[in-house]
């Protein structure tokens, strides 16, 4: 459990290009896609598989077979990173939390969730690319939990220590896999250095 930060130079050399203000949203949705399919490889460093007696044209074998996965993304943003999730786990089970952040108070509200009707006991991936005051993860991890969902990780591009310390203080027994620790918020609850509304570059809606 706990924080898991990505060390990996082609991460970096990603996340660097994420950051950049120049970085238009076709660039913008290439690159998180990209970036995204280390922090899955990264988050999904410990599932368990099953053993499966398989032939190979010369023998028999002993292989492995992953378990049933779910990944719930935080819309809008969090839909960005589904695809490469989706690309290295095809079987995952997928379901959607809909969050908005109130532009003045920072506040997350609900306005939609559709979870997979069997998520009771399966390894749980949330996703969603900012992880600022942590009040839209510890919801989505709420909502998942009641479900039943777990062990659940939540995958973040950038995370500021105000939301890892909320997320693991109201739920300890979540992992966190990020590719960035940033320096802190700002006083509209906007991570620094971060790189501006993830929501927005990844969408080309940028006021
Ligand atoms: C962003 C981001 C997270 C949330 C993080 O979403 O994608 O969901 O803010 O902030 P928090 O940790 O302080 O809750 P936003 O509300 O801007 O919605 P969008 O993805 O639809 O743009
Ligand atoms: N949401 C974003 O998109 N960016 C931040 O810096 C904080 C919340």
Redesign the pocket.
Known sequence: MGLTILAHPLGSHLLTQLRDKTTEPAQFRSVTRRLTLLLAAEATKSLNTNTVHKETPLEPFDGAELTPVVAVP?????LGMLESFVELVPDVAVGYIG???DEST?V?SSYYAKLPPNIAGKPTFVL??????????SQAVSLVKNAGAGPITMVAIVAAPE?VDRLLTVHPDVAIVTAALDRGLNDR?YILPGLG????RLYGTEP
Do not use: N, Q
């Open positions: 935080i819309l809008r943003a969090g969050l908005e952040r920072a997350a969603d690319p900012m992880l600022a005051t942590g009040g839209s993860a939301g609850k509304d993830f929501g927005d």
